[in-house]
């Protein structure tokens, strides 16, 4: 079965930097696009970034443009998040999901399976 296990979250200060993984398993990898989604504490999900499944043009929410890199190796199964200048308003559980078609897309309807999660805490 579908399998996405992200790693590399923790607490970083502001303007501090962190890289996320998500390795994926139980599916033809190089087929499909990938998102990063987070979730703040009290708010809904919220797409963040998203990479076509041959790694062109990852694309951004417009908070994070500029900050934040995604990324994606077709040969390992993973893509990253390298993430940037942080802020506190960056917290939040930051999930993989994989996308229904190879082309990106910011509506978590068309994600159909996501991973467990990593939490991402900014904070001096």
């Known amino acids: 079965q579908v399998q996405l296990v992200e790693s590399g979250g923790g607490v970083a200060q502001p303007g501090g930097s962190l890289t996320l993984s998500c390795t994926a398993s139980g599916f033809t990898f190089s087929s499909y696009a990938m998102s990063w989604v987070r979730q703040a504490p009290g708010k809904r999900r919220e797409w963040v970034s998203g990479?076509?499944?041959?790694?062109?043009?990852?694309y951004y929410t417009d908070s994070v443009k500029g900050r934040f890199t995604m990324s994606r190796d077709n040969a390992k199964n993973t893509v990253y998040l390298q993430m940037n200048s942080l802020k506190p308003e960056d917290t939040a559980m930051y999930y993989c999901?994989?996308?229904?078609?190879?082309?990106?897309?910011?509506?978590?309807?068309?994600?159909?399976?996501w991973g467990q999660g990593t939490q991402v805490t900014v904070s001096s």
């Open positions: 990479i076509y499944s041959d790694g062109n043009y990852p």
């Open positions: 999901a994989k996308g229904r078609t190879p082309n990106v897309t910011p509506e978590l309807e068309e994600h159909d399976s």
